[in-house]
């Protein structure tokens, strides 16, 4: 046998040795491992849990029959480049586009009713949150960045405020505040992530007089789709639970008011995060011409198909042309915004330039 051979056979013979090895490795190890753990997720593997993935159907109506109204709304979001030709893209209207504040169906309602929805934006490429004291450029009426307007200019001719936003300066809190003695409507809506990256949030809470409480509320044994997606149910009678069996709330934070009215609570068997601990605290609440809402995303089209979401959109439509004074509110932030009870009743009108 040359060496070569002799090569060929050694290998050959370590080659047999080592699949011999790991043959009968595998049979050792198989026969002693322990079985794998089973699933322990309950809301993965709990066969009482509700799995209904139908879509369902989305009927948004109004019932007021008020004249034409001004809604405007603030989508609180970051325009990327320039502004849209039709600002009311940013919610999801006039394009084929899917906008970042996708609300449709509340818009959709109150355009096809009558009323008028515009929209503020901050300047195209800047963030939502202005520096202290300064104003936010809204979109002229040809939609590109223009005219320098200040909150407060275009709240003087709106009737209601809806807002996705919390981070406002000095001067617009006041505005806003302003706004809601002078009749005004405001509806603000919030998430569970305002309560950690965006400090202004308390200081414009405050302004309205209400709250909201870190951490977002779930539900493993009864949810919409996932344990985020909180059902809610009516705390009382009132004209935004009118209608109303059940809504969905797909990442909620609970809120409350001071002296306001509770309007919906998250279902039993709901958690909140930061504690784990069972609540029943608010999702919805209204505290006199403010509506606070502790989640950001019901509107949304998809959203609007879940349980009677569209109900309430509607009756969220009807709030904000029916409270308020209907256009008749003086300008914000002057005199005549205040009560009754500081002026002399005797005084005729200021006829002063």
């Given amino acids: 046998m040359n060496h070569a051979e002799r090569l060929a056979t050694a290998f050959v013979a370590t080659f047999a040795v080592i699949v011999l090895a790991a043959t009968v490795a595998g049979f050792v190890a198989t026969d002693g491992a322990a079985p794998a753990p089973e699933i322990e997720n309950e809301h993965f593997t709990d066969e009482n849990l509700t799995h209904d993935r139908t879509p369902g159907e989305a009927d ?62 901050p300047p195209a490429g800047q963030p939502t949150a202005p520096r202290p004291g300064a104003t936010r450029p809204a979109p002229n009426q040809n939609g590109a960045e223009g005219t320098q307007i200040p909150l407060d200019s275009e709240l003087e001719e709106a009737d209601a405020f809806v807002t996705f936003d919390s981070e406002y300066s000095a001067a617009e809190r006041e505005a806003i505040e302003s706004f809601v003695d002078g009749g005004g409507t405001v ?21 309205l007089g209400v709250s909201t409480e870190p951490g977002y509320v779930y539900n493993l044994a009864e949810n919409d789709l996932n344990y985020q997606r909180v059902y ?26 001071a002296g306001g009215e509770e309007a919906f609570r998250p279902i039993d068997g709901s958690q909140l995060s930061t504690s784990r601990a069972p609540t029943d605290a608010p999702l919805l609440v209204e505290n006199g011409g403010v509506i606070k809402i502790g989640d950001a995303d019901f509107l949304s089209p998809e959203n609007a198909q879940r349980a009677d979401n569209d109900v309430l959109i509607g009756n969220l439509a009807d709030a904000l042309v029916t409270s308020g004074n209907g256009g008749a509110r003086p300008p914000v932030g002057s005199e005549s915004t205040q009560t009754s009870s500081d002026a002399d009743p005797t005084d005729g009108p200021d006829t002063a330039s």
């Fill in 187 to 207: 509806v603000s809506m919030t998430d569970p992530d305002e309560a950690f990256d965006q400090p202004g949030a308390a200081a414009f809470d405050s302004t």
């Fill in 60 to 121: 948004v109506t109004m019932s007021s029959t008020q004249p034409p109204r001004t809604v405007l709304v603030d989508p609180g979001i970051e325009t990327a480049g320039t502004v849209p030709a039709n600002p009311l893209a940013l919610l999801g209207l006039g394009g084929p586009d899917v906008a970042d504040r996708d609300i449709r169906p509340l818009a959709n309602a109150l355009i096809e009713n009558g009323h008028e929805v515009r929209v503020h934006t």
């Fill in 232 to 257: 809610a149910e009516p705390a009382g009678d009132s004209a935004l639970t009118d209608g109303v069996d059940r809504a969905v709330f797909p990442t909620a934070t609970p809120v409350g008011a």
